[in-house]
Structures are given as C-alpha cells and as structure tokens.
C-alpha cells in the first residue's frame, strides 16, 4: 500500500470514529432529555416521599447521562485533534499498526471494530495497550492478553 493509499485509509478509520462518537453523543442527549422529562412528569403523590425518589431517581439518571456525553465530546475533541496526515515509521498517536490480521488505530478509545471485513481496536493514547506498543517499529513483537504479535507495518 503506497502512502497516499495509507493516508486516506487512516482518514476513513478517523470518520469512521467521529461517525460512532456521534451517533453515541446523539443517544446520550436523547437519554437527558427523557431523563428530565421523566423528571417533569413526577407527580406529587398522596405517598410524599416516592414522588422525591423518582424524581432524584431520574435526575441521577440525567447525571450520568450528563457525564457520558461530556466524556464522548472530550473523545470527539481528541479524535479531530489526531493527525492522520503523515505515515509514522514507529506507534505513535495518529498511527495504524497493523499485526496480521489484526491492526490498532491510536487515536481513540472505541473499542473493537470491524471496518472493510479488517478488525481495529480503536485505543486510546491513554490506554495501557497503547503504552505497550508505543515506539515499536515493524518487525516487533507484542505480548498481551496470552497471544504474540508480530508487527507487519507501522503507519
């Protein structure tokens, strides 16, 4: 694969996170919204202390809805931020590292995917995996989860 090839494949992995980032950002406003709804609706019942359960139930729900998508929009902010544009010779952020069939995209964490029939972990620079694979060059070994893999190309 040349590097233009490279580039634009690392591009369309970057758009296939900001895709998924979006659609979770999507879900999680949604959950807000129903959770202050919910939270409208309670009526103050004869029994006092269930209509203020329920609806401290549902404002902990928005809470933690609130977090999450805060916690998507920083992956969002840190997935535009990665440079794709340059081919690296080493794991570094913005690099595909590619181990047979399997390849890592240090850009963001968004787990396992399955893009073009290939499966890419999507790690987090942050991600102790991406610590074990930083700086290594193609024709270095990984050892994690009781496997070996052999680096086949770094870009």
Request: aromatic content about 8%; hydrophobic content about 40%; charged content about 20%.
């Amino acid at each position: 694969m040349e590097n233009p090839e490279r580039i634009a494949y690392k591009r369309h992995l970057r758009q296939f996170g900001l895709t998924l980032i979006g659609i979770r950002i999507t879900a999680a406003r949604e959950a807000i919204n129903q959770a202050q709804e919910a939270a409208n609706q309670e009526g103050k019942s004869s029994a006092g202390d269930k209509y203020e359960t329920g609806r401290a139930m549902n404002h902990l729900q928005k809470d933690m809805f609130s977090r999450q998508l805060a916690e998507y929009t920083k992956e969002q902010a840190a997935l535009h931020a990665v440079n794709v544009e340059t081919c690296y010779p080493a794991a570094v952020t913005g690099a595909l590292i590619e181990c047979g069939d399997l390849a890592f995209f240090m850009a963001a964490g968004l787990g396992k995917q399955v893009i073009d029939g290939k499966t890419v972990l999507f790690l987090s620079p942050q991600a102790p995996l991406a610590s074990l694979l930083l700086h290594k060059k193609k024709g270095d070994t990984l050892s994690f989860a009781n496997s070996t893999y052999t680096i086949s190309d770094v870009y």
